[in-house]
């Protein structure tokens, strides 16, 4: 199966946005849940108000209960509170467990391949993933792809080059921990040490981390939408195409690097099956020290979390 029908759990703005790109793409059919039934509604008759004239011909539905988007082959979790500058991930992490409930009642047994976007990321990938009993590659969160878009802008403005042309990858949690993995990062097939400098790529390593962290400090009314709706995008579209693409992907690790027991990003090969096979990339001792520790973190929030 090439092509699929996607669920999507929560259409506030991110779960909209995405909505919309997806229908605008012609990408698959679309089948809406939110607790907000008129909401949903509303906004698949709104969809499919402009599907004349060929926009598009996909077809786009809602369900008022979400177990009904189980015939979906993906799903994608967009419900939840979003974060806010102050709100520690931990918090947050508690305050969206309630989710984690809701879709482990709901999708039961359910062989779905499900997306994560709700914050934090890491944490609530993870604990779906226990609460649905499902293989690590079913169950995907978009933290990596968000974190290798903003490597890309920052490397591509650091160098002066265009970041379509730059294919790179992060491995770690989604925040400022995360590690660019240099020797899997390249301009239009040339590695990328051969373009710029030790100097240069370490700079970048600081705008990233520097970066994550300022984004966070400025989330008000103001926060990250459009860089989370275009990776949900890259992502639905690997799955749902088969494209077989490796791409930086939130997902739980299971004796990966030594590490088990919880969510972060590590490249994969993504298609129709999920997050098929990770890729680990080489650390040195000084980045598999810092890796082991983000872990750690992380398996004591999920242990915070645990009821």
Not at 15 to 23: I, K, Q, R
Not at 125 to 154: C, F, K, Q, W
Not at 172 to 184: K, L, N, Q, T
Not at 206 to 224: C, G, I, P
Request: glycine share 8%.
């Amino acid at each position: 199966m090439t092509e699929q029908s996607v669920g999507i759990v929560g259409v506030g703005r991110l779960g909209s946005d995405v909505a919309f790109t997806l229908a605008e793409r012609d990408l698959c059919d679309l089948v809406l849940f939110d607790t907000d039934r008129d909401k949903a509604e509303y906004l698949a008759s709104d969809l499919t108000d402009t599907s004349f004239g060929h926009v598009y011909n996909r077809r786009v539905s809602f369900v008022r209960e979400a177990r009904e988007l189980a015939s979906c082959g993906v799903i994608l979790v967009a419900a939840g509170a979003r974060r806010e500058a102050g709100t520690p991930a931990d918090e947050l992490f508690e305050r969206n467990l309630a989710i984690i409930d809701e879709m482990a009642e709901a999708f039961v047994g359910s062989s779905n391949l499900f997306v994560v976007a709700t914050e934090p990321v890491d944490l609530m990938t993870e604990a779906l993933a226990r609460a649905l009993n499902l293989p690590p590659s079913r169950v995907m969160g978009i933290g990596g792809v968000v974190d290798s878009y903003r490597v890309r802008h920052a490397l591509g403005d650091a160098l002066a080059v265009n970041p379509d042309y730059i294919r790179t990858h992060v491995i770690g949690p989604h925040d400022d921990e995360a590690s660019i993995v240099w020797d899997c990062t390249s301009i239009n097939g040339v590695p990328v040490a051969a373009v710029g400098s030790a100097e240069t790529l370490a700079a970048v390593e600081k705008t990233f981390a520097a970066d994550a962290e300022a984004r966070l400090s400025q989330m008000s009314e103001a926060y990250s939408r459009y860089t989370p709706s275009m990776a949900c995008l890259e992502l639905l579209r690997s799955l749902v195409k088969d494209d077989r693409r490796v791409l930086s992907v939130t997902m739980p690790w299971a004796d990966t690097m030594g590490i088990s027991g919880v969510a972060m990003s590590i490249p994969a090969v993504i298609g129709r099956f999920g997050a098929e096979r990770p890729v680990p990339p080489d650390l040195n001792k000084p980045a598999l020290d810092k890796l082991r520790g983000s872990a750690s973190r992380l398996a004591t929030a999920l242990q915070g979390g645990a009821r």
